[in-house]
């Protein structure tokens, strides 16, 4: 491969490379929206499970058990929340930063207790498509080089 070539080739791969680490995701900057979840607990379980939100979000969980006490606390919040039996609960909090935090029943429930886990889910998918967005960009690179 001739000299010129090969600097067209890094630089041109390099540059992509960076474009995709660190170009700012416009869409979810400035989003701040309102999220309502209703989560059903009851032994031993969250339903729905895995909440989805994006940082900065306003959200609101309303916790409704269905048989014994539950409560909800999540990793890195300072939040709980207890729901007696056929009652509701709520509370509301402003989503931080991106990432996958658990969510766990707060109050012994039975056996199954320590397995009553949920998911917040905060943004995170960025990571993910950056990720694949380099992995794609590493074949297209590796094929072109065989070819020039
Ligand atoms: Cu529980």
């Known amino acids: ?9 890094w630089g041109l791969a390099i540059s992509l490379g960076l474009v ?19 989560i059903q607990a009851s032994r031993f379980a969250f339903s729905p499970a895995v909440l ?19 409560g909800l606390s999540i990793d890195g919040y300072d939040l709980h929340l207890v729901a007696d039996p056929g009652q509701t ?12 935090y658990t969510l766990r029943c707060s109050e012994t ?8 886990v949920g998911k917040l889910q905060v943004g995170g998918n960025d990571l993910l498509w950056r990720a694949a967005g380099l992995a794609l960009l590493a074949v297209i690179a590796g094929v072109w080089w065989k070819r020039v």
Request: charged fraction near 15%.
């Open 89 to 100: 609960a709520s509370m509301t909090f402003t989503a931080g930063q991106a990432g996958s």
């Open 109 to 116: 429930c039975g056996a199954m207790h320590p397995f009553m």
């Open 52 to 70: 989805a939100v994006n940082p900065g979000d306003q959200v609101t969980i309303e916790l409704v058990s269905q048989d014994v006490v539950h």
């Open 20 to 38: 995709i680490s660190l170009a700012p995701m416009p869409v979810k900057a400035t989003s701040s929206n309102q999220k309502l979840f209703k």
């Open 1 to 9: 491969m001739k000299h010129w070539k090969k600097i067209l080739f």
